[in-house]
């Protein structure tokens, strides 16, 4: 089946995690999943959208993007963020006709950050391999209905980071979230092109929920904003539905 575009996962998501969506080519972030440890001490989410923009265009040569059907760009999260660089920075790497969607994300500023510190700390406490030593920090990333409804799809996530499925060390973790933490969204987000632009927010995501949605719609006014009544913050397991490519 051809391709319509391509996922961004997320901070400790592996592209394993997205491959049910069959419209895209899930990429693999470095240093989580099958992706390479990068020989660097550190790096930026500018540095991932660059090996990113290879990938695509490697993925993508030959291919045929028109106004109608462009290449959809899709970042879940931390990877909206490394979307937003290549909507900006490191758009000419990228067909002309593309289609850029930013699934529950953040623009990290000072009064929102990506990774507020209380959320770092229950994360940092984590330990053992017992469900109800995990709970608590993984609970944050569901909306409440989501957890009252589903619990055993709850758990399951639990188990899976519990044994590790995303296959990612704790430093490689560490590692992104200090990524994360030096990303400036006010500069992409606002340097957007409205017209291939659509932000996806959930009215119950406790990590980048209705605040985080209102900064990106000052940074982009001119874009699409969609607020998903009830959706918490793991779009691909709450809503698969809206990861179809005719949603965008």
Same mark, same amino acid.
């Given at each position: 089946?051809?391709?319509?575009?391509?996922?961004?996962?997320?901070?400790?998501?592996?592209?394993?995690?997205?491959?049910?969506?069959?419209?895209?080519?899930?990429?693999?972030?470095?240093?989580?999943?099958?992706?390479?440890?990068?020989?660097?001490?550190?790096?930026?989410?500018?540095?991932?959208?660059?090996?990113?923009?290879?990938?695509?265009?490697?993925?993508?040569?030959?291919?045929?993007?028109?106004?109608?059907?462009?290449?959809?760009?899709?970042?879940?999260?931390?990877?909206?963020?490394?979307?937003?660089?290549? $909507?900006?920075?490191?758009?000419?790497?990228?067909?002309?006709?593309? @289609? &850029?969607?930013?699934?529950? %994300?953040? #623009?990290?500023? /000072?009064?929102?950050?990506?990774?507020?510190?209380?959320?770092?700390?229950?994360?940092?406490?984590?330990?053992?391999?017992?469900?109800?030593?995990?709970?608590?920090?993984?609970?944050?990333?569901?909306?409440?209905?989501?957890?009252?409804?589903?619990?055993?799809?709850?758990?399951?996530?639990?188990?899976?980071?519990?044994?590790?499925?995303?296959?990612?060390? $704790?430093?490689?973790?560490?590692?992104?979230?200090?990524?994360?933490? @030096? &990303?400036?969204?006010?500069? %992409?987000? #606002?340097?957007? /092109?409205?017209?291939?632009?659509?932000?996806?927010?959930?009215?119950?995501?406790?990590?980048?929920?209705?605040?985080?949605?209102?900064?990106?719609?000052?940074?982009?006014?001119?874009?699409?904003?969609?607020?998903?009544?009830?959706?918490?913050?793991?779009?691909?397991?709450?809503?698969?539905?809206?990861?179809?490519?005719?949603?965008?």
């Amino acid at each position: 089946m051809e391709k319509r575009g391509v996922l961004i996962p997320g901070l400790s998501m592996a592209a394993s995690e997205l491959e049910q969506f069959s419209d895209f080519l899930a990429l693999e972030n470095p240093e989580v999943g099958t992706g390479q440890m990068l020989p660097v001490d550190a790096y930026s989410l500018l540095d991932l959208a660059k090996i990113h923009a290879e990938k695509i265009a490697a993925a993508f040569d030959g291919s045929r993007f028109e106004e109608s059907q462009p290449l959809l760009v899709v970042g879940i999260s931390m990877g909206g963020m490394i979307a937003s660089h290549l $909507a900006t920075d490191l758009r000419q790497h990228l067909p002309k006709h593309c @289609r &850029f969607a930013f699934l529950v %994300t953040s #623009a990290n500023i /000072r009064e929102h950050p990506a990774i507020p510190e209380r959320l770092l700390t229950e994360w940092s406490r984590m330990k053992g391999e017992q469900l109800d030593a995990v709970r608590p920090a993984f609970a944050p990333l569901f909306s409440p209905d989501f957890l009252k409804d589903h619990p055993e799809r709850f758990d399951a996530y639990c188990e899976y980071r519990i044994r590790r499925g995303n296959r990612q060390t $704790a430093k490689s973790f560490y590692r992104q979230v200090q990524a994360i933490q @030096r &990303f400036d969204g006010a500069k %992409t987000f #606002a340097a957007l /092109r409205p017209n291939e632009s659509l932000f996806i927010s959930g009215s119950d995501d406790q990590l980048f929920g209705p605040p985080h949605a209102k900064i990106l719609g000052q940074l982009a006014p001119a874009a699409e904003h969609r607020i998903v009544a009830g959706l918490g913050h793991m779009i691909h397991l709450e809503r698969p539905d809206l990861l179809q490519a005719a949603s965008f």
